[in-house]
């Protein structure tokens, strides 16, 4: 087990306690993980390659170019600027086509539902009916399943759209965002044109212009955060439930001793839902029986795991650099995965162990994985093949460790109509509260904390970037493993108040609500795309989404997703903060994202290394939004009245944690 930093790109201390715990272990003594991998690597990354002008878009190539040299551009003559653009523009390609082939699957699976097929159904009818309104789709008298076959017609319509059109969702967004895009040309038309055109213009000879290269980089990512991804949110919703706030549990220790664990990773929760289902069949819970088990265990890792924590309260076992640890516990039968963020080395770390890496996507196979295709038709069948195979890989279980103390409770399903029930009360429903206490003071902005975790920093960055927010009277909304690695931290319950200023701790006691609201999976970055529109259109905090005090963090960023994600929010307005980017060894076109970008968006990209430094950024750009509203007075502590407990939820539609939320 590795335990110390090493001179390359890689931080290998491992301070989560649960990761540290089982590779103590004797049975996780042969098992090698990305710690290892990074030390034995024991050499600083590429400079050209962590630079961004390594270019290898053609064979006259590779060339490494070295800004402000001039013999040393590219063979075609290509600058450090124009390589460094088309590097930043196809991973935002690479991310935004991550999401569409997602989000495609999604909407053909609510086709499928809508058509009666499969086991799922419309759970949320209000929902189904408000899309309908944004698609144009006639509601009266109709049945449920016919409208939903006709949204999602239109939706899947919307992947290969070829008129200038630009796409539905765009309209959600403010009347002066839309304004912008159209100015600029860079309202996207179909969720794979923008990609294709992307490659297209940056493959060897096109676009040579890297403020031209940025236009199109940003109408594919809104694509994704105003396209693909908010399709499959807000269809995913429909289908499976729209979150509500409910307990659960996350961490490693979320397995069990005496159940068949069967850890369902990646990120399309048409499957996982389906094994949720069939993990509650007699039938199966029988087969797990004969084995000797007590029941099925299911449990998350990475964004399904998220999916299925917000909508079923299923427990999260681990974001994306725990994956292999979770199989060092030799407790899992099997690790079930469809697509993105599989690290390869789960198939040899699972060669340990008796535990089968079952693969499900034809898109996504593996050595070693054993593959059972998930078919959407016969969802529940393939779900019972595939805990089977599990169920019977248990009597095989050897010796096992589960560090069953680090379990951590955690309040989930913050969508973002939950958000409006949560503060507004179940009748009068609005960001009014939110922004009222924006205005006042005691909430002084609102930053999200999304995206992955990763190998570059010590796994508490989260922790300590998300600890200085609050402190500071920021309101934090988390995605993704960045969530899941607060949840570790214990900062997504309502009794993680007490790490919060004084105004901030107020409204989360009173509301009861943690300080941290986890928000969903990376696709569903699109709900804070929502929830900070709504904050624009209660009014008092500015005209768009570039006037709100609110800023976005990917701090430990590894996949092209979160490029993508971190391009659509500064295309919207919102300022976002990286802890690193692959442009800096060209001048000009890192300059034009860090600071020139705010002239056209009013928003640009930021790095900051440390996570100190990244909290700083932040709390300095929520500060400064104040100040240009005006809302900047010293305003003097109030202790809560009645009224103004009134004021913030009416108590009105009370869940099972408390909080204000649709029952
Ligand atoms: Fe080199 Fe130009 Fe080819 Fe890139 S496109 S590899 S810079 S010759
Ligand atoms: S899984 S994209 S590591 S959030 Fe969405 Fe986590 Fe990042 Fe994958």
């Not at 990305?34 to 060339?63: E, H, K, V, W």
């Not at 698609?135 to 992947?159: K, P, Q, S």
């Not at 340990?352 to 069948?381: S, W």
């Amino acid at each position: 087990m590795a335990t110390s930093k090493t001179g390359c790109e890689g931080c290998t201390d491992i301070t989560c306690s649960s990761s540290k715990l089982v590779l103590e272990q004797d049975i996780a003594k042969n098992v090698r993980t990305a710690y290892d991998r990074i030390q034995a690597r024991g050499m600083a990354a590429c400079l050209f390659g962590s630079g961004g002008t390594c270019c290898r878009n053609c064979n006259m190539g590779p060339c490494q170019i070295i800004d402000g040299v001039e013999d040393m551009i590219g063979v075609c003559g290509a600058t450090a600027d124009t390589v460094a653009a088309r590097n930043f523009a196809r991973t935002v390609a690479a991310g935004a086509a991550a999401h569409g082939d997602h989000a495609r699957e999604m909407v053909k699976g609510f086709i499928e539902t809508a058509r009666g097929n499969g086991p799922h159904e419309i759970k949320d009818v209000e929902k189904l009916h408000a899309l309908a309104k944004i698609f144009g789709v006639e509601i009266e008298e109709r049945d449920v399943n016919d409208i939903a076959l006709e949204i999602g017609e239109m939706a899947l319509a919307e992947f290969g759209n070829q008129s200038e059109q630009g796409m539905t969702m765009l309209k959600r967004a403010t009347k002066k965002r839309q304004e912008i895009w159209k100015k600029l040309g860079i309202e996207p038309r179909g969720v794979d044109r923008e990609v294709v055109e992307m490659m297209h213009r940056t493959h060897i000879g096109v676009d040579q212009e890297y403020e031209n290269i940025m236009l199109q980089a940003s109408r594919c990512a809104l694509s994704d955060g105003w396209g693909s991804s908010m399709l499959s949110t807000e269809l995913t919703d429909i289908m499976f439930g729209t979150p509500v706030p409910r307990r659960a549990i996350v961490d490693l220790g979320v397995l069990k001793k005496d159940q068949v664990n069967v850890t369902v990773h990646g990120h399309e929760p048409l499957l996982a839902e389906a094994l949720c289902i069939a993990a509650e069949d007699p039938e199966m819970i029988e087969l797990a029986k004969k084995q000797g088990a007590k029941g099925i265990n299911l449990a998350g890792v990475c964004c399904t795991g998220n999916e299925i924590l917000m909508r079923r309260g299923i427990p999260v076992a681990a974001g994306f650099v725990q994956q292999e640890i979770a199989l060092s516990t030799g407790a899992v039968e099997a690790m079930v995965v469809d697509v993105q963020c599989i690290m390869q080395s789960v198939a040899e770390v699972a060669k340990n162990f008796h535990t089968d890496i079952i693969t499900t996507n034809y898109r996504a196979k593996m050595p070693g994985g054993v593959h059972i295709q998930f078919d959407e038709h016969a969802a529940l069948e393939s779900a019972k093949e595939i805990l089977s195979r599990a169920i019977k890989n248990y009597k095989k279980r050897g010796t096992c460790y589960i560090p069953e103390e680090t379990k951590l409770d955690v309040v989930v399903g913050f969508s973002h109509e939950t958000i409006n029930y949560m503060l507004g009360g179940r009748f009068r429903a609005s960001y009014r509260p939110l922004n009222d206490n924006i205005i006042n003071g005691r909430i002084r902005g609102v930053a999200a904390m999304v995206g992955c975790d990763n190998f570059k920093l010590a796994d508490d960055a989260h922790e300590i970037i998300a600890r200085e927010l609050i402190k500071n009277n920021i309101l934090v909304v988390a995605t993704g493993c960045a969530a899941t690695s607060l949840g570790r931290a214990g900062l997504v319950n309502p009794e993680a108040a007490r790490y919060c200023g004084d105004s901030l701790r107020e409204v989360c006691e009173t509301v009861g609500m943690p300080p941290v609201l986890h928000m969903g999976s990376c696709v569903d970055n699109s709900r804070i795309l929502i929830a900070l529109t709504q904050m624009v259109n209660q009014g008092g905090l500015g005209e768009d989404i570039d006037d709100l005090p609110a800023i976005g963090t990917a701090p430990l960023w590894m996949s092209e997703k979160a490029v993508a994600i971190g391009q659509y929010f500064v295309a919207s307005g919102a300022q976002v903060v990286f802890q690193d980017l692959a442009t800096s060894g060209a001048k000009t076109f890192n300059k034009y994202l860090l600071e020139d970008m705010m002239g056209t968006y009013g928003a640009h990209w930021n790095v900051a290394k440390e996570p100190l430094d990244i909290a700083r950024t932040m709390i300095e750009a929520i500060e400064s939004k104040r100040d240009a509203l005006g809302i900047n007075k010293k305003k003097e502590r109030v202790l809560f009245d009645m009224d103004m407990r009134r004021d913030l939820g009416d108590g009105s539609g009370l869940t099972d944690v408390g909080c204000h939320g649709p029952t």
